[in-house]
Structure formats: structure tokens, C-alpha cells
């Protein structure tokens, strides 16, 4: 019911900045929540940070704390990841999602939706 399709993906160097993007459409964006997952080479897919449907609560893994922040602009219908002071630990690729279901969960499962992922590559 809602397709995201993320960008702004690349290789970048430790210490520097990315901000990634999600386009949706198709169901009115506002009715999801949204999340940021990663997932590392021989690891589980994990969540990064969410944000609640009208932008109001965001939540995020310890790991990412005080690093990166997500936003989402309605009208758009986009939400972004800004990601400061990278390092070689944040290289996975990273996934936009979509969740229907209510209730603050945090975890890949939860969410509904999903997008195709984008290479995130920070080099030393």
C-alpha cells in the first residue's frame, strides 16, 4: 500500500556527513510511522531511529544517539536521516520503513513496509 524508494547513499569519509532520503507513495504517508533500520554484512538487520506519524516523537538506538537525526516532511512525503560524525562501525545498508500498527515499537519486525536499502560506506 505505500512503496519507499531511498537515495543519498555513498561512501564517505570517518568524521563526515550524509543525510539519506525516502520517497514514498501510494497510501497517505501520514498514516505511517516511520524507522530507519541498517543492516551490516554477517549481522542482523537492526532498527536506527524512528518517528512517530506527525513527526512529533522520534526515538533512536543508543548506538546513534546524539549522531544522526530523522525528520519527516508531510507534504513531501519524504523522510530523511541526517548522519554526522560517521564512522567505519555505521557502514551497512540502510533501509526506509513504513509502520501501520500503533503503539511505540522499535524493532525491524514491527514495521510493514519496506524499501530496497541504500549502501552506506564509511571509510578509516
Known amino acids: 500500500q505505500v512503496q519507499l524508494v531511498e537515495s543519498g547513499g555513498g561512501l564517505v569519509q570517518a568524521g563526515g556527513s550524509l543525510r539519506l532520503s525516502c520517497a514514498a507513495s501510494?497510501?497517505?504517508?501520514?498514516?505511517?510511522?516511520m524507522g530507519w533500520h541498517r543492516q551490516a554484512p554477517g549481522k542482523e538487520r537492526e532498527f536506527v531511529a524512528g518517528?512517530?506519524?506527525?513527526?512529533?516523537?522520534?526515538h533512536y538506538a543508543d548506538s546513534v544517539k546524539g549522531r544522526f537525526t530523522i525528520s519527516r516532511d508531510n507534504a513531501k512525503n519524504t523522510v530523511y536521516l541526517q548522519m554526522n560524525s560517521l564512522q567505519p562501525e555505521d557502514t551497512a545498508v540502510y533501509y526506509c520503513?513504513?509502520?501501520?500498527?500503533?503503539?511505540?515499537?522499535?524493532?525491524?519486525?514491527?514495521?510493514?513496509?519496506w524499501g530496497q536499502g541504500t549502501q552506506v560506506t564509511v571509510s578509516s
Open positions: 518517528i512517530s506519524r506527525s513527526g512529533d516523537n522520534t
Open positions: 520503513a513504513a509502520r501501520s500498527g500503533y503503539g511505540g515499537v522499535y524493532v525491524p519486525s514491527a514495521f510493514d513496509y
Open positions: 501510494g497510501r497517505t504517508f501520514s498514516y505511517y510511522a
